[in-house]
Structures are given as structure tokens and as C-alpha cells.
């Protein structure tokens, strides 16, 4: 009697054993998995990182160097970069604390446009009504300027700018689709001439990011009818989940 109940102890404490161990192992692969599946956080990143996001995504680079701001002094890592369809934009890391550019916590995205006929009220309304994520100027050449900046340094995920990018391809093909260009109109730049506003514009433009590597040529994009389109299906669904 006492052997077989001993006999049964060691069985139902083998058998607890194994849920035990079952449990735990469960437990483990469950944590695995969220390991696994988890996004990466970062507080910075380096231009490689950027070059890698930039053509996991499908797109070219078609120049990449430094730019600095001629009051600040700052440098800045900036790529041209094209999507299929031909449109081209600037992605920029800014702040990066030193020309090897590997630590760097502003990550902006920027396009040059045709501005011809576009008035200031326009531009206003885009931003009040229509704009997602994404600012805008023009400058006095008849050439716009539209982009958005994220600073990385509180922690974000590479879906997270994927997502920022998304929304501001969007921006930009909901804002250029509606211009209609070649129509001349009435801006009113002040008392400054054209070349002082002009030459302005273009220091506040590099100040803001949107300046270009060096022997790169700037490229203006088509809008209205001919606006290209820069989301391609993978950025049309990272939109439609929310960027989740």
C-alpha cells in the first residue's frame, strides 16, 4: 500500500513537473515571439541607415553628400533620391554631431515643385485644410519647396518614419494634383527686390533642409496633371493600416 502510494506521489509530481516545464517553456516562445516581432526603437541612426530604408523601399539614390548651412555652420547628410515613376525628393539627417554622420536624431523628407501659379492663399489653405504632415514656402523663382521633419531622439521605430513618409507622399500628390501650373500670379514679396527675397528664400531653404549634395542639380517636380506618383502599393498599405 505504501509503495503504491508512493508510486502515485512520484508520478502526479512528474506529471507537475512537466506542466510546470510545459508552462515555462510556453512562456518563453511566447516572449521569443514578441522579441521577434517587436520594432526596434532608436534614438539615432546614420546615413546608412537611411540609405538602407531608402532602398528597401524600391527607390534610387541619385546623389548623396553633405550640405552645410551657411549661418549655422551645421552639416548635414543629404540624399537625392528618385522613385520609380520619376519624381524626385531629398531625405536629410540633420544633428548628427559630427561629419562621420552616424548619430544623428532629425530625420526630414523635402520636394522641390513648379510653384508657377500657385498664391500664397493657396498654400495656406493647404496647410489649414488638406496638409497631413508636411509644410510648405515658396520661393521667388516660381519654385516651392514642401517637406517634413521628424526628431528621432525621444525613440521611434523605422515603421514609424516609413509611415512619415507615407503621409507626406500623400500630402504632396493631394497638394500637386490640385495646382494648376503655367498661370502667372500676383505674390507679394514687400518692399525687398526679387534678387534679395530670392537669394533669402534660397538661405532659408538650406537652413530648413533643403538644401542640396554637393554637384547635385536640383530637380523640380511636375504638378497638376503630370504630378508623378511617388506611393507605390507597399506605401499605400502602411497608410491604410495606420502605419501599424
Same mark, same amino acid.
Given at each position: 500500500?505504501?509503495?503504491?502510494?508512493?508510486?502515485?506521489?512520484?508520478?502526479?509530481?512528474?506529471?507537475?513537473?512537466?506542466?510546470?516545464?510545459?508552462?515555462?517553456?510556453?512562456?518563453?516562445?511566447?516572449?521569443?515571439?514578441?522579441?521577434?516581432?517587436?520594432?526596434?526603437?532608436?534614438?539615432?541612426?546614420?546615413?546608412?541607415?537611411?540609405?538602407?530604408?531608402?532602398?528597401?523601399?524600391?527607390?534610387?539614390?541619385?546623389?548623396?553628400?553633405?550640405?552645410?548651412?551657411?549661418?549655422?555652420?551645421?552639416?548635414?547628410?543629404?540624399?537625392?533620391?528618385?522613385?520609380?515613376?520619376?519624381?524626385?525628393?531629398?531625405?536629410?539627417?540633420?544633428?548628427?554631431?559630427?561629419?562621420?554622420?552616424?548619430?544623428?536624431?532629425?530625420?526630414?523628407?523635402?520636394? =522641390?515643385?513648379?510653384?508657377?501659379?500657385? $498664391?500664397? #492663399?493657396?498654400? +495656406?489653405?493647404?496647410?489649414? %485644410? @488638406? /496638409?497631413?504632415? *508636411?509644410?510648405?514656402?515658396?520661393?521667388?523663382?516660381?519654385?516651392?519647396?514642401?517637406?517634413?521633419?521628424?526628431?528621432?531622439?525621444?525613440?521611434?521605430?523605422?515603421?514609424?518614419?516609413?509611415?512619415?513618409?507615407?503621409?507626406?507622399?500623400?500630402?504632396?500628390?493631394?497638394? =500637386?494634383?490640385?495646382?494648376?501650373?503655367? $498661370?502667372? #500670379?500676383?505674390? +507679394?514679396?514687400?518692399?525687398? %527686390? @526679387? /534678387?534679395?527675397? *530670392?537669394?533669402?528664400?534660397?538661405?532659408?531653404?538650406?537652413?530648413?533642409?533643403?538644401?542640396?549634395?554637393?554637384?547635385?542639380?536640383?530637380?523640380?517636380?511636375?504638378?497638376?496633371?503630370?504630378?508623378?506618383?511617388?506611393?507605390?502599393?507597399?506605401?499605400?498599405?502602411?497608410?491604410?493600416?495606420?502605419?501599424?
Amino acid at each position: 500500500m505504501v509503495g503504491r502510494r508512493n508510486s502515485m506521489l512520484a508520478v502526479m509530481a512528474g506529471a507537475a513537473f512537466a506542466l510546470q516545464a510545459g508552462l515555462a517553456t510556453g512562456a518563453a516562445a511566447q516572449g521569443n515571439t514578441q522579441l521577434a516581432v517587436a520594432p526596434r526603437v532608436f534614438k539615432s541612426f546614420s546615413i546608412a541607415d537611411m540609405q538602407s530604408m531608402m532602398e528597401e523601399l524600391g527607390f534610387t539614390i541619385l546623389a548623396m553628400g553633405a550640405a552645410q548651412d551657411p549661418n549655422s555652420g551645421e552639416l548635414a547628410a543629404v540624399m537625392q533620391v528618385q522613385v520609380p515613376s520619376g519624381g524626385v525628393f531629398l531625405a536629410t539627417a540633420r544633428n548628427c554631431g559630427g561629419a562621420n554622420f552616424s548619430g544623428c536624431d532629425i530625420l526630414q523628407y523635402s520636394i =522641390f515643385f513648379n510653384a508657377m501659379g500657385l $498664391t500664397l #492663399a493657396q498654400l +495656406n489653405d493647404f496647410h489649414l %485644410s @488638406a /496638409a497631413g504632415v *508636411s509644410t510648405g514656402g515658396l520661393m521667388a523663382d516660381n519654385v516651392g519647396v514642401l517637406g517634413v521633419k521628424r526628431y528621432t531622439g525621444g525613440g521611434v521605430t523605422k515603421e514609424y518614419l516609413i509611415y512619415t513618409l507615407a503621409i507626406f507622399f500623400a500630402d504632396l500628390e493631394n497638394f =500637386f494634383t490640385a495646382i494648376s501650373p503655367g $498661370t502667372i #500670379a500676383e505674390v +507679394n514679396y514687400g518692399r525687398a %527686390s @526679387a /534678387a534679395e527675397t *530670392s537669394a533669402a528664400l534660397h538661405e532659408a531653404a538650406i537652413a530648413h533642409g533643403f538644401a542640396l549634395p554637393a554637384g547635385a542639380e536640383r530637380v523640380v517636380n511636375a504638378v497638376g496633371v503630370n504630378t508623378p506618383k511617388f506611393l507605390n502599393e507597399y506605401l499605400e498599405s502602411v497608410l491604410k493600416a495606420g502605419g501599424e
